[in-house]
């Protein structure tokens, strides 16, 4: 009986991913490619796109040389990359910008001019919340400051879209990759002309709107060759890491919702059809023809830790840093952080909002400040919970993944904030198992998306501590009361 693979490739914010699998979820092999950002200014990051896509080839070549496969026994690849990024593109097809990820906020001053102006209006449309890390907001910007880029331009793309016209010579995008452009209207899966108008871009300057499902033929030969795979093996197009985190994980039905903590992080549900906040709070972005994903992304995640760990200037490895913090009790003995160290996305939508220590006293000691920094990123994704639950009911299953999922201690500390089990994949590779299971899909090797709830290799259940969990009711009334008074003084 032959063997079958299938890869996942997962191109992040700070890595290129490339993931080996057998068809029930097991990780074969996994390879990771370091991606660096510029940042030329304060609030401007970048990034090389070339330099991504040669990543993304070496992390396939040596993700099946790891797993010790043949070429034919790899039978479909499927696509998982990071929101929001924007390269112009020339007629040849080569970048003349590099690419702005969904961290540049150099387009603050034209949020704030959208949000005052049509924000209600535009978000109503795309269930996008208006933020600097949008292209739409991006486009504004360039339009106004006479970008030479994006005069020139051509075409705008993403990174993901990017590598697929490098491989395939062909402009396509997935209906939830469009979606986080700010440019897309979930309702009718067609660009919105009005924003196409205020940016001044054309519909032929984006790409063809896409089903997750939709296979890329005709790889360039050269390309292939470096990568290892055979020519002909189907390559899928896939969707957005967020989607695919929620499909891999396996949060996927009613009353399920993902979690996903690394640098940045967030917190999402499928649903069926559009539901769009009225207060604006979080995101809609399509999945399929009929599905979407709700949510919303915080800027500081383990970057808020990184922050604290460099700042004490603690040698150790991240394990026994938290560590400290099972010493102290919850609520840090009274003192509360805001983990607004990068601005911040969902739940307040402000890039000019910074962080804060509130409650600090003589007697709190470096322990104390670790405890404070975790329950704070705790706290940040329950308020985005609460937003969630508006729209989508109370979660059931927590299902959680990322860098921090890592953390026995901050696990307990979810399963208490939000009162519920939480549930961790045995592999960290959420979003690439997601793309990985979308192409089998495609190819028609499995019957559907919901099949893959039995094939996610699943570690044991984190059960909420229920005194722990009155604790924190009490200690995140009074986050909240603080988060939502900070609010006004974020200008």
């Given at each position: ?13 700070t ?55 043949e070429?034919n ?11 929001h ?90 209906y ?68 695919l ?28 059809g ?47 840093f ?11 003995d ?32 470096k ?110 009334e ?10 006004k003084?974020?200008?």
């Amino acid at each position: 009986m032959s063997r079958e693979f299938v890869i996942g490739l997962d191109v992040g914010t700070t890595s290129v991913k490339a993931c080996v699998f057998n068809l029930h979820g097991k990780l074969i092999a996994d390879v990771e490619k370091g991606i660096t950002s510029i940042y030329p200014q304060q609030g401007w990051v970048e990034q090389n796109p070339d330099e991504i896509e040669q990543s993304a080839i070496l992390a396939v070549r040596e993700a099946i040389e790891k797993a010790a496969i043949e070429k034919n026994e790899l039978i479909s690849l499927g696509f998982s990359a990071a929101m929001h990024s924007l390269i112009c593109i020339n007629e040849e097809g080569r970048p003349i910008s590099p690419a702005l990820i969904w961290a540049d906020g150099r387009s603050y001053k034209q949020a704030d001019e959208v949000i005052n102006t049509i924000g209600n209006k535009v978000y109503a449309k795309t269930g996008t919340p208006i933020h600097p890390m949008t292209p739409f907001i991006k486009l504004l910007w360039m339009k106004e400051n006479d970008y030479t880029p994006y005069k020139n331009a051509k075409y705008f793309m993403s990174i993901k879209e990017y590598l697929l016209l490098c491989w395939f010579g062909e402009r396509v995008i997935d209906y939830s990759m469009a979606s986080a452009t700010g440019l897309f209207n979930p309702s009718t899966h067609q660009w919105e002309p009005e924003l196409l108008e205020l940016t001044g871009v054309t519909e032929n300057q984006l790409s063809e709107i896409v089903p997750p499902t939709k296979i890329v033929k005709g790889i360039n030969r050269d390309k292939a060759e470096a990568m290892g795979i055979s020519a002909d093996m189907p390559i899928v197009i896939g969707a957005a890491d967020g989607q695919l985190a929620n499909l891999g994980n396996g949060a996927i039905l009613p009353g399920e919702v993902a979690v996903s903590v690394g640098t940045s992080g967030a917190i999402r549900q499928v649903t069926k059809g559009v539901k769009i906040s009225e207060s604006r709070e979080t995101f809609c972005y399509s999945f399929t023809e009929d599905s979407s994903i709700i949510g919303g992304p915080t800027n500081n995640g383990g970057i808020a830790i990184q922050w604290l760990k460099d700042l004490l200037n603690d040698q150790r490895s991240f394990t026994e840093f938290l560590s400290d913090a099972e010493q102290i009790a919850p609520g840090a003995d009274g003192m509360l952080f805001l983990p607004y160290l990068n601005g911040e996305r969902a739940p307040i939508w402000n890039q000019l909002a910074k962080g804060n220590f509130y409650g600090v006293s003589i007697t709190h000691k470096k322990e104390h400040f670790i405890r404070a920094v975790l329950e704070g990123i705790t706290f940040n994704l329950y308020q985005i919970g609460k937003a969630l639950e508006r729209l989508a009911g109370e979660p059931k299953k927590v299902y959680v993944n990322g860098g921090l999922a890592r953390s026995p201690l901050w696990l307990q500390m979810m399963a208490d904030v939000f009162d519920a089990e939480i549930y961790v994949s045995e592999s960290h590779h959420s979003a690439a198992w997601g793309a990985a299971w979308t192409s089998l899909v495609a190819i028609h090797k499995v019957d559907s998306f919901e099949e893959i709830k039995k094939n996610i290799p699943m570690g044991k259940a984190t059960i909420p501590n229920k005194e722990n969990s009155e604790q924190y009711k009490k200690i995140y009334e009074n986050y909240e009361i603080l988060a939502n008074d900070m609010v006004k003084y974020f200008k």
